[in-house]
């Protein structure tokens, strides 16, 4: 298993500018999200998904679409890139409510830079 | 809402020693999960342990043990025999089995952990 996976590694991207942050897993997991991290403030969640078709905003989600169209695939679209959004952007996933555990695997993380 | 207060934002530990990460949270249900996770300079984020709260024994991973005080809200981490492998970024997070995100991770501001030789 590749577990998390998420492309690119680093980004650096001009201010109004668009990107979509992939990430994929490879363990069948229903649950996935994306949390962002920056110095001092620990992970926020930005959006997150219970299954295909159905996802929700989370604690920071302004800025951010997401979808869901399978169960291994939750992309983080970014629609017009703001310096504020310089930051580490976390993908992971879970078994959810059928795995009856609670714990989530991350990927390695993208480093992106707004300018 | 739940919250998770990491007092703590460095420590130092000489190797073979042994320290202890604080961590207390706050919430009114009486059923959660609490973790505690690791990040090393490859900045990967890596789950070291985590206790159910209906649990009262204590967990353990080699090296790895909490202290966990339910009524205080509390749940420290202990790094017994400390390596320099250890020196990373280390995150308590909480998560609770009600309401829609059930695997939604609340998360403390980290404590910075170096491991001296």
């Known amino acids: 298993n590749a577990g998390v996976t998420q492309t690119p590694k680093f980004q650096v991207l001009k201010t109004g500018q668009s990107m979509t942050l992939q990430c994929a897993q490879d363990m069948n997991h229903e649950y996935m999200s994306w949390y962002r991290q920056d110095p001092g403030m620990g992970l926020r969640l930005i959006h997150y998904?219970?299954?295909?078709?159905?996802?929700d905003q989370g604690e920071v989600p302004n800025g951010y679409n997401v979808s869901r169209s399978t169960t291994e695939d939750f992309p983080l679209r970014l629609l017009s890139a703001a310096p504020s959004q310089t930051s580490v952007y976390f993908c992971?996933?879970?078994?959810?409510?059928?795995?009856?555990?609670?714990?989530?695997?991350f990927g390695p993380g993208t480093r992106l830079t707004v300018t | 809402a739940q919250t998770v207060t990491q007092s703590q934002p460095e420590m130092s530990v000489q190797e073979a020693e042994t320290v202890t990460l604080s961590c207390t949270y706050d919430t009114s249900e009486s059923n959660y999960y609490l973790f505690w996770y690791k990040q090393p300079p490859s900045r990967q984020m890596i789950l070291v342990i985590r206790q159910e709260a209906y649990k009262q024994q204590n967990a353990t991973e080699n090296r790895f043990s909490v202290n966990f005080q339910k009524a205080a809200k509390s749940f420290s981490l202990k790094i017994s025999d400390s390596q320099l492998g250890d020196t990373a970024m280390y995150f308590c997070?909480?998560?609770?089995?009600?309401?829609?995100?059930?695997?939604?991770?609340?998360f403390g501001t980290g404590t910075l952990l170096a491991v001296q030789p």
């Open positions: 997070a909480f998560s609770s089995p009600y309401g829609g995100a059930t695997n939604k991770l609340i």
């Open positions: 992971a996933s879970g078994p959810g409510l059928a795995g009856g555990v609670y714990e989530q695997y």
């Open positions: 998904s219970v299954g295909a078709g159905i996802t």
